[in-house]
Nanobody
Framework: QVQLVESGGGLVQAGGSLRLSCAAS????MGWFRQAPGKEREFVAT????????YYADSVKGRFTISRDNAKNTAYLQMNSLKPEDTAVYYC??????????????????WGQGTQVTVSS
């Protein structure tokens, strides 16, 4: 079982920025998902094991950037131009299969505990 520990959430005004971190005990493709109150968990971004390939949800494209530092076994989600609708609990996840990337929640078999991001208007 891979352990994932997120950090970096908080309260920010609309238009502001936050950077989330996810320390992982394993190395594989990773993703960020989010879940707003009363809504289903949704895909945000994913990055391949090497970091050479990324993919984003349309709702965050151009504002969020996913990256990783494999020397530190850590993935990051830089969130800029935040909007109130970005408010959610953000989860990092790891796909221990050989898939390069995945946007599907069910393909991820290791999850962090989540970190709250709140964007005020």
């Amino acid at each position: 079982q891979v352990q994932l520990v997120e950090s970096g959430g908080g309260l920010v005004q609309a238009g502001g920025s936050l950077r989330l971190s996810c320390a992982a005990s394993g190395r594989a493709s990773m993703g960020w998902f989010r879940q707003a109150p009363g809504k289903e968990r949704e895909f945000v971004a994913t990055i391949s094991r090497t970091g050479s390939t990324t993919y984003y949800a349309d709702s965050v494209k151009g504002r969020f950037t996913i990256s990783r530092d494999n020397a530190k076994n850590t993935a990051y989600l830089q969130m800029n131009s935040l909007k109130p609708e970005d408010t959610a609990v953000y989860y990092c996840a790891l796909d221990s299969s050989l898939r390069v990337l995945s946007t599907r929640l069910e393909n991820y078999d290791n999850w962090g505990q989540g970190t709250q991001v709140t964007v005020s208007s």
